[in-house]
């Protein structure tokens, strides 16, 4: 795959609910390899642009490409398939199976699995997460929080993702759990093959792990720059949604 071209293309994307504008006229990419931190406070509509990505809202308008084909219209389960995975908030993991058959399912499903890498890919999820080892046998739906957040990006990881969307993975977390999630982050280049993430969060915590941020406000873009360099000031301007829209480029 071509690394001059970003893996997620945003351009101009536009949601609205009626006559509510959720997201208003987003640009941004995010490169093989690299992780994007989307900043934001609770309703600036963080969720609605994942959403928007894998097509699961309508868009008003703007463009969606997965390197350089455009998927904007596709299917969400197409758009999934094409290697675009989004772990949502809330976890979602298949409660009555256990988290072994969660695995197997996830993989089987995405088909960018080859079966003869399916157990490897498993086994290489409980080396990221080892709470789940002893969890492997037990009903997803009887784990806790963190435990299912866990699983459900065990769940994307199987699926041999280029672009990994993940929406505020430590909403509601004990700090064990948090610490956990992120340590996974923080190691993804290892174990993920050069797929790109989009990491959606409230506070500060996805920073530490990410080459880029970019912060968003009332639906629209506050900043885009190297992460490291998005001040105090204008992320809390940003929260009481008083920040004037700015780019840095790196």
């Known amino acids: 795959m071509p690394t001059s071209v970003p893996a997620?293309?945003?351009?101009?994307?536009?949601?609205?609910?009626?006559?509510?504008?959720?997201?208003?006229?987003?640009?941004?990419t995010v490169g093989r390899g690299e992780t994007v931190a989307l900043i934001g406070p609770n309703g600036a509509g963080k969720s609605t642009l994942l959403r928007a990505i894998s097509n699961q809202v309508a868009k008003v308008s703007g463009r969606v490409r997965l390197y350089d084909r455009d998927i904007t219209s596709a299917a969400p389960h197409r758009i999934t398939r094409a290697g675009v995975v989004q772990v949502p908030e809330g976890r979602q993991v298949v409660a009555p199976l256990t988290v072994e058959e969660n695995l197997h399912l996830a993989a089987r499903a995405s088909r960018r699995?080859?079966?003869?890498?399916?157990?490897?890919?498993?086994?290489?999820?409980?080396?990221?997460?080892?709470?789940?080892?002893?969890?492997?046998?037990?009903?997803?739906?009887?784990?806790?929080?963190?435990e299912q957040q866990m699983v459900a990006i065990g769940r994307a990881l199987v699926s041999r993702p280029?672009?990994?969307?993940?929406?505020?993975?430590?909403?509601?977390?004990?700090?064990?759990?948090?610490?956990?999630?992120?340590?996974?982050l923080s190691r993804h280049r290892v174990v993920l093959?050069?797929?790109?993430?989009?990491?959606?969060?409230?506070?500060?915590?996805a920073l530490?792990?990410?080459?880029?941020?970019?912060?968003?406000?009332?639906?629209?873009?506050?900043?885009?720059?190297?992460?490291?360099e998005l001040a105090d000031d204008l992320l809390t301007s940003a929260y009481l949604g008083t920040a004037e829209s700015m780019e840095k480029t790196p």
């Open 8 to 28: 997620l293309s945003l351009d101009g994307v536009s949601v609205s609910y009626g006559h509510v504008e959720s997201v208003v006229d987003v640009t941004l």
């Open 113 to 146: 699995c080859p079966r003869r890498e399916v157990r490897r890919a498993i086994d290489q999820v409980y080396e990221l997460f080892p709470p789940l080892v002893r969890l492997r046998a037990r009903p997803s739906g009887l784990l806790s929080g963190g």
């Open 162 to 184: 280029q672009v990994l969307l993940l929406d505020e993975p430590s909403m509601g977390l004990a700090p064990v759990m948090v610490e956990t999630i992120y340590t996974f």
């Open 193 to 205: 093959d050069g797929a790109a993430i989009l990491l959606a969060e409230q506070s500060r915590i």
């Open 208 to 228: 530490d792990v990410s080459d880029r941020a970019a912060v968003l406000s009332r639906g629209r873009l506050m900043f885009t720059g190297v992460a490291s």
